[in-house]
């Protein structure tokens, strides 16, 4: 069971996460579009499940786990729990990566305790936002990017589970957004700077805002958004150049982490190891 010191120190590092020939009538046409979109949803959800369940099939009774977070991690976290319940799995421990795996785990009944109990894993199991095709990948989008990295870079091994939307030619691929966790302190000075970093040249970086407040990770801290209209050409030396700079805490490229990536195909699941 978790210490009440453990849970203190876990919850408080945070503040507060969808034709028919002829004539059809609009009413029909949308009650169809509704209906393919919740049946697409449905084939999406149970391809995500099915890659979770392939990455629980790495966990071993007496292991230390990383807890991801995010939709596919939570099918993972989630089949851990039933297997514990079973007694197919036991003494297991596992490590959150953000409050809400934390509350989910705990509801489940799974052991819990954080790097100071436990600085050593042996297997950790998250999402990803983008995969490139060397297993490079960015996370965070879910604000837990900080966590998930220092859990993550504790474990023998990283098991990245996606679905194949995530996959791109290049980190930044997706034109969405490449987290960056900053302190709170002169937020505009260092969004400036990030802006005007020359290794992510012609990136527009925006605060997130979680409606009229900017968005407060489970540490406390802000974070900007990288947006990208072209894929980033040096993704190991973007990354090295954004942790150079004063305030910033951490960010979204998880470079050279990945051992095993399992992608949800839309023709069944897929194993890539590096």
């Not at 507060?16 to 049946?39: D, N």
């Not at 990283?158 to 966790?181: R, W, Y």
Request: overall charge neutral.
């Amino acid at each position: 069971m978790l210490l009440s010191r453990s849970q203190s120190q876990f919850v408080t590092g945070g503040v507060r996460a969808a034709g028919l020939r002829g004539k059809i009538t609009r009413g029909v046409q949308r009650s169809r579009a509704v209906s393919k979109m919740t049946i697409s949803q449905l084939s999406q959800d149970e391809l995500k499940k099915e890659a979770a369940w392939k990455a629980v099939e790495y966990v071993k009774s007496g292991m230390v786990l990383g807890l991801g977070t995010g939709s596919t991690a939570a099918f993972a976290v989630a089949r851990i729990g039933e297997l514990m319940k079973e007694g197919t799995l036991k003494d297991i421990v596992g490590v959150p990566t953000s409050i809400r795996t934390y509350e989910q785990a705990k509801s489940l009944g799974i052991p819990l305790a954080t790097l100071d109990e436990q600085p050593k894993l042996d297997l950790a199991i998250d999402g990803a936002d983008e995969v490139d095709p060397a297993l490079n990948v960015v996370k965070g989008r879910g604000g837990a990017l900080l966590r998930e990295k220092m859990v993550e870079m504790s474990s023998d091994k990283f098991v990245c589970i996606v679905d194949e939307t995530k996959l791109v030619s290049a980190l930044g691929g997706s034109q969405d957004a490449m987290p960056v966790e900053i302190v709170q302190f002169c937020w505009k000075y260092n969004l400036e700077r990030l802006q005007n970093l020359p290794e992510v040249a012609g990136c527009d970086a925006k605060l997130r805002m979680d409606g009229e407040n900017p968005y407060v990770t489970d540490n406390s801290n802000y974070i900007v958004d990288l947006y990208f209209k072209t894929p980033i050409k040096d993704a190991h030396a973007a990354a090295k150049a954004i942790s150079s700079l004063e305030g910033v805490v951490d960010h979204g490229l998880f470079m050279d982490m990945v051992d095993v990536c399992i992608i949800a195909k839309g023709d069944g699941v897929v194993v890539q190891t590096k």
